[in-house]
């Protein structure tokens, strides 16, 4: 796993030993990068379930002001901060050991809002609906701003917030 181009281009990521952590595949990142385009440019990010930090650490590398990594799990938290040592990004990244429903209800409060927000729970277990309704409620995504995330086939979502 790398970082596919911009300041940290071709940086290797440390990655998981086991396979509690389902990091994106190098060829899926690059497809979604390729999607959002330049919405990557200053924009304020965060990546919740952050596993390796991959995504959000793409989005600095690719020119984003900054990203907020949040995680539950204390081996994912050190990925992350080792991935933002080799990247160099340190000034830009915050990490956040904390369980994602509650880093939203903490963000809200701290009146944080974000240009791209990047999901990628646990497959099965519901997570993804109720980050989505919580997202809905808590307005942290800004008005033209955009939620990337991936989720089961058989874990449906709230269509409402769809649009």
Same mark, same amino acid.
Not at 9 to 15: D, F, I, N, Q
Not at 58 to 67: M, P, T
Not at 132 to 140: F, I, P, Q, T
């Given at each position: 796993? =790398? ?12 990655? @998981?030993? /086991?396979?509690?952590?389902? @990091?994106?595949?190098? =060829? ?9 385009? +330049? ?21 600095? /590398? =690719? ?5 907020? &990594?949040?995680?539950?799990? @204390?081996?994912?938290?050190a990925l992350i901060k080792e991935n933002i040592i080799r990247t160099k990004s340190a000034d830009r990244t915050h990490v956040y050991k904390s369980d994602a429903l509650r880093y939203i209800d903490r ?10 927000? &990047? ?32 989720? +089961? =086939? ?6 409402? &917030?769809?649009?």
């Open positions: 796993m =790398r970082i596919i181009t911009g300041s940290a281009k071709g940086t290797k990521l440390k990655t @998981p030993r /086991s396979f509690d952590v389902r @990091p994106t595949a190098d =060829r899926v990142k690059e497809s979604i990068f390729n999607i959002l385009g +330049s919405v990557v440019l200053d924009a304020d990010v965060l990546d919740l379930f952050a596993g390796t930090g991959n995504l959000g650490l793409e989005a600095v /590398s =690719r020119g984003a002001k900054s990203a907020i &990594f949040v995680d539950n799990s @204390p081996a994912s938290i963000a809200a409060q701290l009146g944080q809002n974000f240009d791209l927000i &990047f999901c990628d729970p646990p497959y099965n277990k519901g997570l993804a609906t109720a980050v989505v309704e919580k997202l809905d409620s808590r307005l942290l995504l800004r008005e033209s701003g955009l939620l990337v995330i991936e989720h +089961s =086939r058989r874990e449906a979502i709230n269509d409402n &917030f769809l649009t």
